[in-house]
């Protein structure tokens, strides 16, 4: 009679020889859990920590408003070039942690990641002294920019690896449970902020970067180490990867040819409208929302805390129906994508329309701005996933998000200054404007659904 295979020895048997190098699989197996729960659980948690981390961007530009330019003793508007300039580094250099993310994995990627974070923060707590261009308009800018860089070391790997991580049939709700985190991100990040200035008003500034260099370091450090240990989780699908899109018909080749296949096909070129137009609008708005709450006598805050609340909804919402539906005609990614689009456009004409918007105006526009918002930002990574395989969605993520960088400066531009006029009207144009050309966008995402296949 043949003697039961310990667990040991049946995983042994079960797993390929890169599998067990550190870290057994067997932790799940001997609590009665399926083969590698806890490593995944891990890594997800990893990466929730990452996207919460993720939301010190989203409210900074509160920070800068309120605090920074005093501090520094900037000139007056020079706080909303900072904030564009962060914004800018966390966009526009999406394709870095991408690149590295596809090529050389998710554990390098978050190593290159936290020492990025960590280089602008401490030379600003401990050397500034020295070297004092570094407090300089010019010195910030260059410190922002690479703080903005890391942050997106942050936000793409932490958005990716658990898709890549889980079965793909467990990807929408994966997905759910990362930007459901994400959103909250903003949410805890501004009360932190508030904590802050009440307990370190005498010198909050100081007292931030420090907050921002502990937390990023432990974070950083944190999903570094969890990269590392279940690196054979992370890029299984790399050497299968095949694209199928939805919209134009497969090409055959790999490798560069593979990538070039996917820029040229509709799904990216729609993709990129939703990025510059859409996304790069949603970006704008977050740094206009606040004096728009300001002008209908509400506080600047209160447009970062619904933007939490009111993402929840958008980013749960759009990312578990999309895993329900993804299969049929009319359930795909691109019709979540132009139904995020045309929530958040009727948030904007709540502003637009009326000859008079006030305070009821801008409660429906937080509302469904942070609906669609959230929507939008939360279903891009599971519908990138999806339109395109997980051989090359870092580097398609970051060339995206540099399209974003784009469009959020020329909408930037359009938003009123609020110096010159302190009222909710003189935001009509800028809302209408964007509402108008995220409609258009919508529109055209619906129409392209008519054309996909039976998934």
């Given at each position: 009679?043949?003697?039961?295979?310990?667990?040991?020895?049946?995983?042994?048997?079960?797993?390929?020889?890169?599998?067990?190098?550190?870290?057994?699989?067997?932790?799940?197996?001997?609590?009665?859990?399926?083969?590698?729960?806890?490593?995944?659980?891990?890594?997800?948690?990893?990466?929730?920590?990452?996207?919460?981390?993720?939301?010190?961007?989203?409210?900074?530009?509160?920070?800068?408003?309120?605090?920074?330019?005093?501090?520094?003793?900037?000139?007056?508007?020079?706080?909303?070039?900072?904030?564009?300039?962060?914004?800018?580094?966390?966009?526009?250099?999406?394709?870095?942690?991408?690149?590295?993310?596809?090529?050389?994995?998710?554990?390098?990627?978050?190593?290159?990641?936290?020492?990025?974070?960590?280089?602008?923060?401490?030379?600003?707590?401990?050397?500034?002294?020295?070297?004092?261009?570094?407090?300089?308009?010019?010195?910030?800018?260059?410190?922002?920019?690479?703080?903005?860089?890391?942050?997106?070391?942050?936000?793409?790997?932490?958005?990716?690896?658990?898709?890549?991580?889980?079965?793909?049939?467990?990807?929408?709700?994966?997905?759910?449970?990362?930007?459901?985190?994400?959103?909250?991100?903003?949410?805890?990040?501004?009360?932190?902020?508030?904590?802050?200035?009440?307990?370190?008003?005498?010198?909050?500034?100081?007292?931030y970067y420090t907050y921002m260099l502990v937390t990023f370091g432990l974070c950083g450090v944190l999903m570094t180490c969890v990269f590392w240990a279940d690196s054979d989780l992370l890029h299984k699908s790399k050497a299968s990867s095949t694209y199928e899109p939805i919209l134009t018909p497969p090409e055959q080749g790999n490798g560069n040819g593979g990538l070039i296949s996917l820029l040229l096909s509709v799904d990216f070129l729609y993709m990129s409208a939703v990025f510059g137009v859409g996304i790069g609008f949603v970006y704008s708005y977050l740094d206009a929302a606040g004096n728009i709450n300001i002008a209908a006598g509400l506080p600047a805050s209160r447009a970062t805390l619904t933007w939490g609340i009111y993402g929840v909804i958008g980013r749960l919402g759009s990312n578990l129906l999309l895993d329900r539906t993804r299969h049929s005609r009319f359930g795909g990614?691109?019709?979540?994508?132009?139904?995020?689009?045309?929530?958040?456009?009727?948030?904007?004409?709540?502003?637009?329309?009326?000859?008079?918007?006030?305070?009821?105006?801008?409660?429906?526009?937080?509302?469904?701005?942070?609906?669609?918002?959230?929507?939008?930002?939360?279903?891009?990574?599971?519908?990138?996933?999806?339109?395109?395989?997980?051989?090359?969605?870092?580097?398609?993520?970051?060339?995206?998000?540099?399209?974003?960088?784009?469009?959020?400066?020329?909408?930037?531009?359009?938003?009123?200054?609020?110096?010159?006029?302190?009222?909710?009207?003189?935001?009509?144009?800028?809302?209408?404007?964007?509402?108008?050309?995220?409609?258009?966008?919508?529109?055209?995402?619906?129409?392209?659904?008519?054309?996909?296949?039976?998934?």
């Amino acid at each position: 009679m043949a003697t039961p295979m310990t667990t040991s020895e049946l995983e042994s048997q079960l797993l390929p020889p890169s599998a067990k190098p550190t870290l057994y699989r067997s932790w799940s197996v001997k609590v009665g859990l399926p083969m590698n729960s806890l490593h995944l659980s891990i890594l997800l948690m990893a990466c929730l920590l990452g996207v919460i981390q993720y939301g010190i961007i989203s409210i900074f530009g509160i920070v800068i408003d309120d605090e920074l330019e005093a501090y520094y003793h900037l000139d007056a508007g020079a706080g909303d070039q900072l904030y564009d300039t962060i914004n800018i580094g966390s966009c526009a250099m999406s394709f870095l942690p991408g690149l590295i993310y596809d090529k050389f994995g998710a554990m390098k990627a978050m190593l290159l990641g936290t020492v990025l974070a960590l280089l602008p923060i401490t030379a600003d707590l401990y050397f500034s002294g020295m070297f004092p261009w570094l407090r300089t308009l010019a010195g910030l800018k260059l410190s922002y920019f690479i703080l903005g860089t890391s942050a997106s070391f942050f936000s793409v790997v932490s958005s990716f690896a658990p898709l890549e991580a889980f079965p793909e049939e467990h990807i929408g709700k994966v997905s759910a449970i990362v930007q459901v985190s994400s959103s909250l991100g903003v949410t805890i990040q501004s009360e932190v902020h508030g904590l802050l200035v009440e307990w370190f008003s005498s010198d909050f500034v100081r007292a931030y970067y420090t907050y921002m260099l502990v937390t990023f370091g432990l974070c950083g450090v944190l999903m570094t180490c969890v990269f590392w240990a279940d690196s054979d989780l992370l890029h299984k699908s790399k050497a299968s990867s095949t694209y199928e899109p939805i919209l134009t018909p497969p090409e055959q080749g790999n490798g560069n040819g593979g990538l070039i296949s996917l820029l040229l096909s509709v799904d990216f070129l729609y993709m990129s409208a939703v990025f510059g137009v859409g996304i790069g609008f949603v970006y704008s708005y977050l740094d206009a929302a606040g004096n728009i709450n300001i002008a209908a006598g509400l506080p600047a805050s209160r447009a970062t805390l619904t933007w939490g609340i009111y993402g929840v909804i958008g980013r749960l919402g759009s990312n578990l129906l999309l895993d329900r539906t993804r299969h049929s005609r009319f359930g795909g990614p691109l019709t979540y994508c132009a139904a995020s689009l045309l929530v958040f456009a009727i948030g904007l004409l709540c502003v637009s329309l009326p000859a008079a918007p006030g305070l009821v105006s801008v409660h429906l526009m937080n509302l469904f701005c942070g609906i669609g918002g959230g929507a939008i930002l939360g279903v891009t990574p599971a519908a990138l996933r999806l339109l395109f395989g997980s051989e090359f969605v870092g580097i398609i993520y970051g060339i995206l998000y540099a399209f974003t960088a784009l469009g959020m400066i020329a909408w930037g531009l359009l938003i009123p200054d609020p110096a010159s006029c302190g009222l909710v009207t003189c935001y009509r144009s800028y809302c209408l404007r964007g509402a108008v050309s995220l409609l258009v966008t919508c529109g055209v995402g619906l129409a392209l659904t008519t054309r996909m296949q039976q998934a």
